[in-house]
């Protein structure tokens, strides 16, 4: 689990310079700051967690619930709640926001979205299968997964077998990517390489927990 997190949005891609003048693809990600709403602990919750929220909301267009919920913890409504699982949650406080600054001094982060959805798919393009032979009496059956199954023993398809299916549009998260500059002015994070979702997606950052 990790020890630091937060919640920010993915802008798009585009790139940088680096010292060597080198080009460096790398995803813009708007990281505006986290409020505090709820902190959860192992003794109440059975896990340590931090509930945040984001930007800004119209009181009036609130539940009474989450009305309730914002007010209870002295926090300005925002656009969504989020939960962070962190190791520890201790030095947190209700309100308390936390900025891209956490992140500075991070040389890699993992980020996790909800990727693009492609829709239905075959085989090749959902797993990357090779096809069938393009000649030698292969008669439309060029991008067909072939056999699937067994014969009297055990007479089935096991569960999990590679198929057509739909693509993407799942939790997934990119591991190790490289923190290239946080800019606190803009509330903006820049990390090499591509992350999940389309943009305007809602993106969760934390500290790298495998590491480089």
């Not at 700051?33 to 602990?41: D, E, H, L, S």
């Not at 309100?95 to 693009?116: C, F, H, M, N, P």
């Not at 393009?125 to 014969?151: D, E, L, M, N």
Request: net charge positive.
């Amino acid at each position: 689990m990790a020890s630091k997190a937060i919640v920010g949005e993915k802008v798009g891609m585009t790139q940088v310079w680096d010292d060597e003048n080198r080009v460096v693809p790398v995803t813009v990600l708007r990281v505006l700051p986290n409020r505090v709403v709820q902190i959860k602990t192992v003794a109440t919750d059975g896990y340590s967690a931090l509930q945040v929220t984001f930007g800004q909301r119209d009181s009036a267009k609130l539940t009474r619930p989450e009305a309730g919920h914002f007010d209870g913890a002295g926090v300005d409504a925002g656009v969504r709640l989020v939960e962070l699982r962190v190791d520890d949650v201790d030095g947190y406080e209700l309100g308390q926001e936390i900025t891209v600054d956490s992140l500075a001094d991070e040389s890699r982060v993992d980020v996790t979205s909800v990727s693009k959805g492609k829709g239905f798919a075959g085989v090749m393009k959902r797993h990357g299968f090779a096809g069938q032979r393009a000649s030698h009496g292969a008669h439309k059956v060029h991008r067909k997964p072939g056999a699937i199954g067994q014969c009297a023993t055990p007479s089935r398809v096991f569960k999990g077998k590679k198929m057509p299916g739909r693509l993407g549009n799942q939790r997934t998260t990119t591991l190790n990517l490289k923190v290239v500059e946080a800019d606190s002015e803009r509330s903006l994070l820049l990390v090499r390489g591509s992350v999940p979702g389309a943009s305007g997606a809602t993106v969760l950052i934390r500290n790298a927990v495998k590491g480089a």
